[in-house]
């Protein structure tokens, strides 16, 4: 790690922001930029800072508005983003390493554990909580399993036209952008997205194009129960 790693705080919590600014600012090897207004920057203004780590406190700044599906590993070439101050939900936690995030820290970390993870990733390597390797590993083991492919099969009663929105989703179109290509309005599109959402059992839109990819690797779309 270089003797001036760039750290870009980008947290919504003042308190915890300004902390973390002056816990880093005491270390000679650390150069702190603090995101002071209401307004998000994107990821193109960051990387323009040549930024080494970006420190959130929230998925989102990765996540905006809800109107667009993050790809897998959205964080992904651009600096290496560690997350502090998170709660206790190791869904949140897969979540946060599919779109890219490389640090994980939760809300009762201390300080050194703060500095610690922020350094660690700088470095090139990956942090998190020492319980979380077990939901890891879990998650691993799950995707390797034969047993889930079997209720992948299970019915999502997913409509024609709802299944005609997923592989729109997997692409990361926009709800606007979906709606153009449907000639649909967009508030239709997002009633649609909530019902698949619903059906599917997941929380985000990333979720149902893991699913969708799952299913076809496991099996076909005669073995879900779609209805026409």
């Known amino acids: 790690m270089s003797s001036d790693t760039k750290v870009f705080l980008l947290c919504r919590n003042r308190l915890l922001r300004e902390s973390i600014a002056r816990i880093l600012t005491k270390k000679a090897e650390f150069e702190v930029v603090s995101w002071q207004t209401t307004d998000l920057p994107s990821f193109s203004q960051i990387e323009e800072m040549s930024v080494d780590v970006l420190v959130l406190d929230s998925l989102d700044f990765v996540l905006g508005d809800g109107t667009q599906a993050p790809s897998r590993g959205a964080l992904a070439g651009g ?100 709606a153009n290509s449907l000639n649909l309005s967009e508030q239709t599109v997002k009633n649609h997205i909530h019902r698949i959402l619903r059906k599917v059992g997941v929380s985000d839109r990333f979720s149902v194009s893991e699913a969708w990819q799952e299913l076809s690797v496991f099996g076909s779309s005669k073995d879900t129960g779609f209805s026409t």
């Not at 390597?125 to 020492?130: F, G, I, N, Q």
């Open 79 to 178: 600096p290496k983003c560690v997350m502090v101050a998170m709660a206790e939900d190791s869904a949140q936690f897969l979540a946060a390493i599919r779109y890219g995030v490389r640090g994980y820290v939760l809300q009762d970390a201390s300080a050194a554990e703060v500095v610690s993870a922020i350094r660690t990733v700088a470095e090139g390597h990956a942090v998190c909580p020492l319980r979380y390797t077990g939901v890891l590993f879990d998650f691993v083991k799950e995707r390797r399993d034969p047993l889930p492919a079997i209720r992948k099969r299970s019915p999502w009663g997913l409509t024609r036209r709802e299944q005609q929105l997923i592989p729109l989703i997997s692409r990361g179109m926009s709800n606007k952008e979906i």
